[in-house]
């Protein structure tokens, strides 16, 4: 007998419990749902600014433009504070997996989108971000490795929780929106 998804799914997430005040990362059926990630260094920032000691929250809109019969588990990593802000179709977003070096914020979601986080500012050892997959060839060496393996660490990560490879990563140093198709 074939159970189906969303029992299946909230089976799961009940039975997986919540850690540090953190939502559970339940296992899910791999082809009832595709993985998409953003990375960015910060978020656009309207009039604060960055300094020493000083990490304002910048903004990112992130919109599905996708229809709910695939949905997809957003990845969204920053190392500076970032407010996510999404615009899905009800039914897009099974779920948001958030992770940065300073906490993560999402708005615009239904309250029953599980949303995960980690950043280093709650003391967690399993955070992480990439804002590219690769470093521009006039990077120093040095430059080019750091974001190599920060990108395998994204993509490693979300394997682990999610048991699928990322179907799409869009990342820049300083993000203001973008679209998942």
């Known amino acids: ?15 997986t419990g919540t850690s540090a005040g953190r939502a559970p990362i339940p296992k899910m059926p791999v082809a009832e749902f595709e993985v998409h990630a953003v990375g960015v ?27 709910a019969t695939r949905p997809v588990v957003l990845v ?15 039914g897009a977003v099974l ?7 300073h906490k993560q914020q999402v708005s615009g979601l239904d ?3 599980p949303v ?5 500012d709650d003391g967690d050892n399993d955070y992480f971000y990439a804002y590219a997959q690769a470093a521009p060839p006039v990077a120093r060496p040095e430059e080019q490795q750091e974001i190599k ?4 660490r994204l993509q490693k990560i979300v394997k682990d929780r999610t048991k699928c490879e990322i179907k ?12 998942i198709k």
Do not use: C
Not at 45 to 63: D, I, Q, W
Not at 116 to 120: E, F, K, L, P, Q
């Open 1 to 15: 007998m074939r159970t189906s998804f969303p029992f299946a799914f909230a089976l799961v997430l009940a039975a």
């Open 41 to 67: 260094y910060e978020g656009t920032l309207p009039a604060a600014r960055r300094g020493f000691g000083m990490h304002p929250t910048g903004t990112v809109t992130v919109k599905v433009n996708r229809p």
């Open 76 to 90: 969204l990593t920053s190392y500076e504070p970032v407010q996510w802000k999404i615009d899905a179709p009800k």
């Open 95 to 101: 779920r948001v997996i958030t992770s940065g070096y």
């Open 111 to 113: 309250k029953d989108v």
């Open 116 to 120: 995960a986080s980690s950043s280093y």
């Open 149 to 152: 393996e920060k990108y395998e």
């Open 168 to 179: 799409s990563f869009q990342g820049t140093y300083r993000g203001e929106s973008f679209e």
